[in-house]
């Protein structure tokens, strides 16, 4: 079980010698796919719906709200002061939730909210993370559309071919194709802000929607239509929470500087570049990114818009690999399959049960809804929520671990809050509409997550119940002891204090103990990393047993036969052709009574049957693994 208040000194993360051009490089490709592409759909929705008539002042007005929404919720929220809340180095949801839940350890009740609110959060990332993909890969097709009416019937099927081969290659890891990254959304970034400065020198007076008082204005003379159309503008912040998320690959400042710098400079043109088109081609509403193209350029930006999807979507994908990874080692998810796909980045990591699992969901996403306008109205309540979710998390980071003055961050989370629950409510009109599809997909995944967390609950309790205590054991057992034969045996145990089932099934068929016995327990904790030098704790139980309890982060791959090299030191040397890693393979019994309904117990059993073996999840030398069976009724 992990140990969730536990605190450890963390494995300090070691900067990047890469320079900083090389790491702003890296930001743009992995951090700024998302968000980047967001200009191929963005405007096309708030002026597609019809509440915004085409006159100056509304487009003006319209601008203004986009340029002030990337200012507020880009700029100040998460490059100014979300940025600044990580946990080790790291960032992402998981790693705030951590945080946060750290720094109200001693209100039980308060931190079990926070954690269930923070993994709800979490949650929701797949819900978008199926969103997401499908949305920006039909919205590059949809280029198609503007060359020629007749290619209208292939955009389904080639975002479908498209989608495909990117979640085919997902097993030759990100590397070999992350190189590329930078490049291509550099030349994105270029491409988009040529064409925005092409159609604001036809109509220069459009840059003055940068001035706040157009938004103003257009709120107060139309509040409805201002409600009503925040549900689209939130698009313009897609992949804002990437920026955080992607933190501990890259660092703050390079993320900061290619901001600032790069992305919302093209953004904004972009933006105002699309407006200004619309006030000379009112027409062009039905698709006004494409627009902005003459003719001949149409074809090789569709092109360039589909690799600048397809790395918006990659990036995604290795997030819910990561995410997925971090929420396992949190004890909310049972163990899935891990493959590493880099012998030099740990982080390099593919999970085939998450990789396809979430191209099924993503197919049926585009079958069900066809075109990027659609999924539009499902986008943006997982979105919202999230940035909801966010703004609670750091109150309680600024507040309790930086000690700031109540009344600071009383008053930021408070505008951070209201600003994001007004896109929240926003996005609300279109629950029905298609907004039930992404909460459908986090609600299933919070259940199987709170199920699998109760039912390890459950199962430790009952495994507690018929428990018997370490130490009197082994004195009552050396009192007569049994045949020793040479060699090591290492038992692996969630509860370092109790006998292993599998020691008691050892010595009741094998009637034998091995010369030296290792109870080993692995506690993973809420830091990112943990040092080496803190790596393994070790206690001497007498008879040549020990006691040893193994510590890893959120973001640590677990090695238990590596971690024990370092008891060499302590006094306790292993010889690895002579230790065998004895195992107890549990079969979970559903029984009627005071644990979860049985639907719910049913379901446990079922994935703690199908999750992935101990072994191969703390890397142990398949050769070297004893498994020995029991079953607890819970």
Not at 179 to 203: C, D, E, Q, T
Not at 232 to 250: Q, S, W
Request: proline share 5%.
């Amino acid at each position: 079980m992990p140990d969730m208040g536990a605190t450890l000194r963390p494995f300090p993360v070691q900067n990047s010698k890469s320079s900083l051009g090389a790491l702003m490089l890296g930001a743009i490709g992995v951090v700024y796919g998302d968000i980047g592409t967001s200009v191929l759909y963005s405007v096309k929705e708030v002026f597609g719906s019809g509440h915004v008539p085409f006159t100056p002042d509304n487009v003006h007005g319209i601008l203004s709200i986009f340029f002030w929404t990337l200012t507020v919720i880009v700029s100040l929220k998460y490059v100014s002061l979300v940025l600044r809340a990580d946990n080790h180095g790291e960032g992402g949801l998981v790693a705030m939730l951590a945080l946060a839940s750290q720094t109200v350890k001693d209100q039980p009740r308060l931190r079990q909210v926070l954690l269930l609110v923070g993994i709800f959060g979490t949650c929701l990332f797949y819900g978008d993370g199926v969103i997401t993909p499908a949305i920006t890969v039909l919205g590059a097709m949809e280029g198609l559309e503007v060359i020629s009416p007749t290619f209208k019937k292939a955009v389904v099927p080639l975002t479908l071919v498209i989608l495909l081969l990117l979640f085919s290659v997902q097993k030759r890891g990100s590397a070999s194709i992350g190189r590329f990254f930078g490049p291509v959304m550099v030349a994105w970034f270029v491409v988009i802000s040529a064409l925005g400065i092409y159609h604001i020198v036809g109509n220069p007076g459009i840059l003055w929607a940068i001035s706040p008082h157009y938004a103003v204005a257009f709120m107060w003379a139309q509040p409805g239509v201002t409600f009503i159309i925040l549900g689209a503008v939130v698009l313009c912040v897609t992949g804002g929470e990437a920026l955080y998320a992607d933190m501990g690959h890259f660092g703050r400042r390079p993320i900061r500087m290619t901001w600032f710098t790069i992305v919302m400079p093209a953004l904004t043109l972009n933006y105002f570049g699309q407006g200004a088109l619309l006030l000379k081609e009112p027409e062009a509403v039905k698709n006004p990114f494409f627009m902005m193209a003459p003719e001949w350029a149409l074809l090789p930006l569709v092109l360039l818009a589909t690799m600048a999807a397809v790395i918006a979507s990659q990036a995604l994908i290795s997030g819910a690999f990561s995410v997925t990874k971090q929420v396992i080692q949190l004890g909310y998810l049972p163990r899935l399959r891990v493959l590493h796909t880099s012998v030099q980045e740990s982080g390099q990591i593919y999970l085939p049960f998450v990789n396809w699992g979430l191209f099924v969901l993503i197919v049926l996403a585009v079958g069900m809804f066809k075109s990027s306008s659609a999924l539009a109205s499902a986008y943006g309540i997982a979105v919202t929520t999230d940035m909801l979710i966010t703004t609670v998390l750091t109150f309680f980071v600024i507040r309790n671990a930086w000690h700031l003055p109540l009344w600071l961050c009383v008053g930021a989370t408070a505008f951070f809050f209201t600003v994001d629950f007004a896109f929240w409510a926003s996005n609300l009109l279109k629950l029905f509409d298609g907004g039930w599809f992404p909460l459908v997909i986090a609600g299933a995944i919070f259940i199987v997550m709170q199920t699998w967390k109760d039912g390890r609950r459950l199962l430790h309790e009952a495994m507690q119940s018929d428990a018997i205590a370490l130490p009197d054991f082994l004195g009552a057992v050396f009192v007569n002891p049994p045949v020793r034969v040479a060699g090591t045996a290492v038992f692996l145990t969630a509860d370092p204090n109790t006998v292993p089932n599998a020691l008691l099934h050892n010595l009741k068929h094998n009637k034998v103990l091995h010369a030296q016995n290792l109870f080993v327990t692995v506690r993973h904790h809420e830091v990112p990393w943990v040092a080496t030098q803190e790596r393994v704790e070790m206690s001497a139980l007498g008879n040549n047993c020990w006691q040893v309890v193994i510590h890893y982060g959120f973001m640590d791959n677990p090695n238990v036969p590596l971690a024990l090299e370092q008891l060499g030191a302590l006094g306790c040397t292993l010889e690895p052709m002579t230790t065998s890693y004895f195992l107890s393979r549990d079969t979970v019994i559903s029984t009627s009574g005071s644990g979860m309904v049985a639907w719910r117990e049913k379901l446990f059993a079922q994935m703690h049957h199908n999750a992935s073996g101990a072994a191969d999840f703390l890397h142990l030398p398949s050769n070297a693994v004893v498994e020995l069976g029991s079953k607890i009724a819970i």
